[in-house]
DNA sequence: TTTTATATCACGGAAATCGGTGATAAAAGA
DNA sequence: TCTTTTATCACCGATTTCCGTGATATAAAA
């Protein structure tokens, strides 16, 4: 790295973006413009000052207001020169899969060392992109899976009438509730336990409390 | 703080761990005398290094091995005369209760300022401790919740029954593995739907989820 | 030692679920 | 336009759950 790059870093962990700056500031090469703990605060600040050359933004996935997808998503909208690395605790295939989606230059665990940190920037700058092998490893694995196991896809309805079975309402009361008739919604329970390859209620509610139905 | 202190920092996030450091090397009063991944790692250090005078020891919860309950424990028995500082992502009022009958001297959240961990630390040196207002006040809260809604202690069958249950077992069949008759699975279900409160299996399954029994 | 908690079993009836096999109309997609 | 999906409703029988009201023996606690 010769040149020197002005980059962006958001999370909305004030300690842990306090280190990353801590340890990037020891790095010559790169110039801090701007630390943010929201995606918000980071386009606000690239919208206003335009002209400015922003070569790398850091950005955490869970973060409040507008989180690691989205901004991604603006950022390779707005300003598509822009290289983006994402640093998260998280190792969920499908928020990866939606951050390659969003043509995120790189992927790292906030396990990662310091070395690898240092690396996948260095890459990134350089126009490469970068993604821990453990990484490239969920991502594989979630190809595969979604293969062998197609996503289950619920109507509306279908998941209305799972979230109120979840709840603990009897069918006669969720057909009280939507206005329908007690066959109905007998009928959705049936497709449900099918559909979702369970057994009964149990599995039927396991099924939305994973799903994150019910909030 | 005129004097320099010693101090250990026990992080499994390598990158929290490197941010941490950072920011504490800038301080010139604080020598950081080891970083470990692990609670074993640090107690395994101060065995050998008896003699070694160290200040504070500043830990993560999480971490592989030796958590950082049971490090601040085997601290606190061993080293009395050594403080420490929990620094964590957690807020569960059951870990930082914990914690504070392990006698950890201070606890913040990993999304605290820099100010308020440097704060934290002289504090802690200086013979005081320190637990963030938020801290205090979920400790508050956990006290007085705990008096409302007594803890539901479940019987070790019940657990068991529970636990089949949100498997999607039916009644003989939870009868048959158990080498039970049909009849008491039926009590302790029973007994299970008053005792926490739910409508019916349903609501089971969600308290099984909820409290992890299925894993 | 007396009381309480735990673990076990039993009956009966009402209510709900489960499983199969339908139908119809409207909306969406090819 | 034709086909598929979605949303709605219906019947029936078997199984299961839910609810109340019990009992007994043993272990733990007060």
């Given at each position: 790295m010769s040149a020197t790059y002005s980059i962006i870093i958001a999370d909305d962990h004030a300690m842990f973006l306090d280190g990353l700056t801590s340890i990037l500031s020891?790095?010559?090469?790169?110039?801090?413009i701007l630390t943010a703990k929201t995606g918000t605060q980071v386009l606000k600040y690239l919208r206003i000052n335009k002209d400015e050359k922003i070569d790398l933004v850091i950005t955490d996935i869970?973060?409040?207001?507008?989180?690691g997808v989205a901004l991604n998503q603006a950022i390779k909208f707005e300003f598509p020169q822009i290289k983006t690395l994402v640093v998260s605790m998280l190792e969920e295939a499908k928020k990866i899969k939606q951050l390659t989606e969003a043509n995120a230059n790189g992927y790292i665990s906030k396990n990662a060392e310091k070395t690898e940190l240092l690396n996948a920037i260095t890459n990134i700058l350089e126009g490469d992109n970068y993604f821990s092998p453990r990484i490239k490893q969920v991502l594989m694995e979630a190809m595969f899976s979604e293969k062998s196991s197609p996503e289950i896809a619920l109507t509306k309805r279908e998941t209305e009438v799972l979230k109120l079975i979840a709840q603990e309402f009897t069918t006669q009361e969720i057909a009280d509730q939507l206005f329908l008739s007690k066959h109905t919604i007998e009928s959705y329970r049936k497709n449900l336990i099918s559909k979702l390859g369970v057994r009964n209620l149990a599995g039927l509610t396991r099924y939305a409390v994973e799903k994150g139905l019910l909030a």
């Open positions: 020891e790095e010559k090469s790169i110039k801090i869970n973060m409040p207001e507008m989180d």
